[in-house]
């Protein structure tokens, strides 16, 4: 996370030297950069807010917004709120995932904009509803004659009926890791970074288990 000064342009034509911390991606293009900064100034008289304007290696000028904060020595600290325009792009799924459950990849999605925009109080839990869609619409449809009890069971039972160790190991992981997010105080090393790292597993894990049994049924030689 990089943070440098900069003067901050006010209504009365005074400045305020600010730290900024830089946006981490680029809203536009959707790649992780260090971005130049170009020209911040008070979004009004009341000095709570301010905008920067950002130009970022793929050519697109956009624009971030901040609330002021702390200050000392005439120096004042800032809290970055999101980039604007917001240009989000999900994560794309293909359309095995996408049958599978289209809430998960709904779900998924809204919370990686959460983390994108800086909500990471809240986006641990998104992640871990997002697992519990897939988990169990995964499970409904190997069990289908127990789909409403799969949909009413806990979690934690629902990944228990998987008789593949690695893919239940990713489930519980990502499990744990998704309640942890949900308490005051994180107990656990891991988080959000290696949630999705599991999912990301898992979703290509869910594919390689479809794609060898659609292998089997067309060359059954090879079972």
């Known amino acids: 996370m990089f943070k440098k000064n900069h003067y901050i342009y006010s209504y009365d034509g005074t400045e305020k030297d600010v730290e900024i911390t830089y946006p981490e991606m680029c809203p536009l293009c959707h790649t ?9 100034h008070m979004d009004d008289s009341s000095d709570q807010y301010f905008s920067v304007l950002f130009s970022c290696s793929c050519g697109e000028i956009f624009m971030s917004k901040y609330l002021l904060g702390y200050s000392c020595y005439e120096k004042y600290g800032s809290s970055y709120i999101r980039s604007i ?8 799924f293909n359309v095995r ?3 599978i459950s289209k809430d998960f990849v709904e779900v998924y999605n809204q919370s990686l904009e959460a983390e994108l925009l800086g909500l990471k109080a809240i986006c ?3 992640y871990r509803k997002a697992i519990e869609y897939l988990v169990k619409s995964y499970c409904s449809l190997l069990d289908s004659e127990n789909e409403e009890q799969i949909w009413n069971e ?8 998987i ?3 690695r893919m239940r190991a990713l489930y519980f992981a990502t499990k744990e890791i998704g309640n942890d997010q949900t308490h005051t105080v994180i107990k656990l090393s ?16 869910i594919n390689f288990v479809g794609l060898s049994n659609i ?6 030689r090879g079972k």
Do not use: C, W
């Open 97 to 99: 995932i996408q049958a």
């Open 85 to 92: 325009p917001d240009g989000f792009q999900g994560e794309q």
């Open 215 to 220: 292998a089997a049924d067309n060359y059954p």
């Open 190 to 205: 891991e988080g959000i970074p290696e949630m999705k790292e599991y999912i990301q597993a898992l979703v290509a894990y």
């Open 154 to 161: 806990s979690l934690g039972a629902t990944i228990n009926r």
């Open 124 to 126: 641990g839990a998104g």
């Open 163 to 165: 008789e593949d160790k």
């Open 32 to 40: 992780r950069v260090r971005p130049d900064f170009v020209y911040g």
